[in-house]
């Protein structure tokens, strides 16, 4: 094996594309999937690559140090692209102290554990995956750049905030390689649908209210999934030690904007009359210190890496939009819970 990369959360949304990418391009790497199989961490989103002879999945949590320890040994781990977090703003503002365990805690356990385990540093890389929203939000003129200050203002963003600074700390001080991309919205086939995407197809699909939070007038940056994948691919073999890489699509909405488009995409689709399901938009009580606008200066990416989205936003959403809806199976077991038990019943 050329390498053995530790990724965790490799059964959540962006998880589950990158491990699949790695697995596919990379067949003289080995990939350890380590996944604690939260409420959004699903296995069948990997069931096409999960009988691989250079996959493996582990199911452990990273706040967990000792199991840490044993899937290091046991795969003689000589990389990490970490991902595995509490990653829904709504539950960070409900239940803020799961937030600090697994991205916080959860991360200082991974990087004690992979400091102790590499002797040599600079042979390994730790790399981190994390999110636009540590840099705050912006009122209607700007982007972020890897410049831009720290200004996280929700407890979801505050801690991944705190994982990046964890990750810097640890090679500023124990010589740590590592390296950080923060990255927009992303969308596309997988995401467990309490994000605004997938949530707004499944209930058009189902004649549900789809709650737009406040005016709606909120913006995001949003990028597809399997984009966002690439450049990690890229900023994995490629990226600078030290660095941060931002990554997005140049790719502004407001909320409300991207609720209508559904709307209209999801009439076409279903046969419906225009306009239909845009009566089932409800605005809704506003997010608890709700940011306005993310946007993504990817020049930096763009020039250093060669990095761009391949998909435009027209061709994404409607790829999305029938993956959900011929994957209806999928989101009924997601949102019911049950997935887990179909999962060790046909693939486990
Ligand atoms: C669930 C929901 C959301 N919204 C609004 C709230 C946001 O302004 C926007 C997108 O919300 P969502 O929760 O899907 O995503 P963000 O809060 O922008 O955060 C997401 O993108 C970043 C980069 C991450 O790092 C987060 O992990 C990821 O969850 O729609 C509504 O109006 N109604 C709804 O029901």
Redesign the pocket.
């Known amino acids: 094996m050329q390498k053995s990369i530790l990724i965790t959360g490799g059964a959540g949304f962006i998880g589950s594309h990158v491990v699949r990418l790695f697995v596919n391009k990379y067949p003289d790497y080995r990939i350890v999937n380590l996944d604690s199989l939260t409420y959004a961490g699903n296995l069948e989103n990997l069931k096409d690559i999960d009988q691989a002879a250079n996959y493996h999945f582990s199911k452990v949590d990273i706040a967990h140090e000792e199991l840490l320890k044993e899937v290091f040994n046991d795969y003689q781990v000589t990389e990490v692209i970490h991902l595995a977090?509490e990653?829904?703003?709504?539950r960070s503002i409900s239940d803020p102290l799961a937030f600090v365990k697994t991205n916080v805690i959860g991360t200082v356990n991974l990087l004690n554990v992979a400091r102790e385990f590499w002797k040599d540093k600079q042979n390994h890389l730790f790399y981190h995956v994390s999110?636009?929203?540590v840099y705050g939000s912006l009122d209607e003129g700007g982007y972020f750049t890897e410049k831009t200050p720290y200004d996280p203002q929700s407890p979801?963003s505050a801690s991944?905030a705190s994982s990046d600074h964890f990750v810097r700390a640890y090679a500023n001080t124990y010589g740590l390689k590592t390296v950080i991309s923060n990255?927009?919205?992303?969308y596309g086939p997988n995401q467990f649908p309490?994000?605004?995407?997938p949530?707004c197809i499944h209930n058009i699909k189902n004649n549900k209210p789809l709650?737009?939070?406040?005016k709606?007038e909120?913006v995001?940056d949003w990028l597809y999934v399997e984009d966002h994948a690439r450049a990690i691919d890229l900023i994995f073999h490629q990226g600078k030690p030290g660095a941060t890489y931002n990554v997005g699509g140049f790719n502004e909405w407001k909320?409300i904007d991207i609720v209508r488009l559904l709307c209209k995409i999801m009439d076409k689709k279903l046969g419906r009359k225009p306009g239909e399901s845009a009566d089932l938009i409800t605005f809704?009580k506003d997010?608890a210190g709700?940011?306005l606008r993310?946007a993504i200066d990817a020049d930096n990416i763009k020039n250093e890496l060669g990095w761009e989205p391949s998909l435009t936003f027209e061709t994404g959403i409607e790829k999305t939009v029938d993956w959900y809806l011929n994957n209806q199976d999928w989101l009924e077991r997601v949102t019911s819970g049950d997935y887990q038990k179909y999962y060790e019943q046909h693939y486990g």
């Open positions: 977090a990653s829904h703003v709504d999110t636009d929203e979801y991944k990255c927009s919205n992303n309490e994000k605004l995407i949530l709650p737009v939070y406040g709606g909120n995001r909320n809704v997010r709700h940011d993310y």
